[in-house]
T-cell receptor, first 110, second 114 residues
Framework: RKEVEQDPGPFNVPEGATVAFNCTYSNSASQSFFWYRQDCRKEPKLLMS???SGNEDGRFTAQLNRASQYISLLIRDSKLSDSATYLC???????????FGSGTKLNVKP | DTGVSQDPRHKITKRGQNVTFRCDPISEHNRLYWYRQTLGQGPEFLTY????????KSRLLSDRFSAERPKGSFSTLEIQRTEQGDSAMYLC????????????FGEGSWLTVV
């Protein structure tokens, strides 16, 4: 079983839409959680960390459900520039390893 | 530019040749990671260094792969006797010793084995 699983999509949404992605992780001992954004043929870049209480950064909201072992990302008022692949990332072992999901592709259409 | 630097950015090599990639982490980042990514997949962990010590190695890192970080600063990843299945983007990342425990990637080194 993979450490982190994501729906690969693609999610095709119009500009202005709200879209949500989920990911699940297998190891209940996981300690830290993140969402990264990756543009085509570029390196992943940190979008936001995910905290137990949930956190928001502008149009982006991240939630963590430890009991069910899933993480979510909500994007409100989608922009064309939000088109990318969103990677769910989980860390355990005190920073030794970060496990990445396969990513969820988002296409925002005009 | 004070980000993670990788060299070369692109490498085309013939099967059976050896290749070496170099990574210069962000200054003062003592943790360094190598990942491999193929199209449609997320990055897969290869190995992790804390300072000069290699503390973790994935079983993906076969005996043809070796990584070093001799002085705790830059790192090299060598692939010997390359195979077509080695074609991928090799990503280096670094993380600071304390504070926010996130990793910051370089732009990657694309390897094509023909």
């Amino acid at each position: 079983r993979k450490e982190v699983e994501q729906d690969p999509g693609p999610f095709n949404v119009p500009e202005g839409a709200t879209v949500a992605f989920n990911c699940t992780y297998s190891n209940s001992a996981s300690q830290s959680f993140f969402w990264y954004r990756q543009d085509c043929r570029k390196e992943p870049k940190l979008l936001m960390s995910v905290y137990s209480s949930g956190n928001e950064d502008g149009r982006f909201t991240a939630q963590l459900n430890r009991a069910s072992q899933y993480i979510s990302l909500l994007i409100r008022d989608s922009k064309l520039s939000d088109s990318a692949t969103y990677l769910c990332v989980v860390n355990k072992d005190n920073f030794n390893k970060f496990y990445f999901g396969s990513g969820t592709k988002l296409n925002v259409k005009p | 530019d004070t980000g993670v630097s990788q060299d070369p950015r692109h490498k085309i090599t013939k099967r059976g040749q050896n290749v070496t990639f170099r990574c210069d982490p962000i200054s003062e980042h003592n943790r360094l990671y190598w990942y491999r990514q193929t199209l449609g997949q997320g990055p897969e962990f290869l190995t992790y260094f804390q300072n000069e010590a290699q503390l973790e190695k994935s079983r993906l890192l076969s005996d043809r792969f070796s990584a070093e970080r001799p002085k705790g600063s830059f790192s090299t990843l060598e692939i010997q006797r390359t195979e077509q299945g080695d074609s991928a983007m090799y990503l280096c990342a670094s993380s600071p010793p304390k504070g926010r425990n996130t990793i910051y990637f370089g732009e990657g080194s694309w390897l094509t084995v023909v």
